[in-house]
């Protein structure tokens, strides 16, 4: 079996349809033998927290860097909400701070961002065509660093030119045990498909149990299935230990500091 030290996708609180705060997570994380997690809450212009999820999760360095043993990132899952690959309040200035918009606000200063689609902006959930294309744009965003649980998100995309990008671009593509575990007739076929079409063509992945209580933490046991039925190999999961994450989000670190230099 793999072991996975990090779990780089979590939900608190601050979700509001989540039920643990960031120290319970943090203490079953320690628990449970992981040496790092990134909290991941909801930015969303649709989800239950709508306006304020820019200005609660911003406000993530009120935590420490670490809790109980366990690395703790300050991340976020943030919608996209458009064909054109935009992000949500991509197109609003914030509100405190109007010269920038909120979304480069916020992921501007996070260590870690996933950019996912959650509700349907599109009742079709639009073509092959303009899903990669979406797909290809929110790689392109400088801010963005994986791709959420495209395997369940019904938006069919084609896997090589999508995934051959993010490796190019040194991001990951997210393997989603709550896809697998939670809605696998949706999930379970894109899913395999996704998996394999990454150890082919060697891109990165990130495993994650996206878990929305405490008790949920580091469950990576759907996709670690699947992998093993794959021969996966190990060294392509960017979250496998504590320094294979710090390695990947230091090419994040890089990456910004690039383009703050432009
Ligand atoms: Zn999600
Ligand atoms: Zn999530």
């Known amino acids: ?19 643990s705060t960031v120290e319970e997570c943090a203490r079953h994380a320690a628990e449970r033998g992981l040496r790092g997690m990134a909290v991941t809450d909801h930015c969303s212009l649709i989800m239950a927290q709508r306006e304020h999820s820019v200005e609660a999760i911003s406000n993530q360095r009120v935590l420490p860097d670490e809790m109980y043993g366990v690395r703790v990132w300050k991340g976020v899952e943030i919608d996209i909400v458009d064909f054109e690959g935009r992000l949500a309040f991509e197109d609003r200035p914030d509100e405190f701070h109007p010269e920038k918009t ?19 902006f599109d009742r079709d959930r639009g073509t092959v065509e303009q899903n990669t294309a979406m797909y290809l744009a929110v790689l392109r965003n400088p801010y963005v660093d994986v791709l959420g649980h495209t395997g369940r998100s019904r938006h069919a995309y084609e896997l090589s030119p999508v995934l051959l990008e993010a490796k190019r671009l040194g991001k990951a593509i997210e393997l989603n045990n709550s896809s697998l575990e939670n809605s696998a007739a949706v999930s379970a076929k894109p899913c395999r498909a996704i998996a394999e079409a990454c150890r082919d063509l060697g891109v990165p992945v990130t495993v994650s149990s996206d878990c929305h209580s405490a008790f949920g933490i580091g469950r990576f046991s759907a996709v670690e299935r699947l992998l093993w039925e794959l021969g996966f190999p190990e060294e392509l999961i960017v979250n496998r230990t504590r320094e294979s994450f ?17």
């Open 1 to 19: 079996m793999y072991r996975i030290e990090v779990d780089p996708h979590t939900h608190s609180v601050i979700s509001l349809h989540a039920y």
């Open 246 to 262: 710090e390695a990947f989000l230091e090419g994040r670190r890089r990456r910004l500091a690039a383009l703050a230099g432009a």
């Open 102 to 120: 909120g979304a480069e606000l916020l992921l501007s200063s996070r260590d870690f961002v996933i950019a996912s689609i959650h509700t349907p």
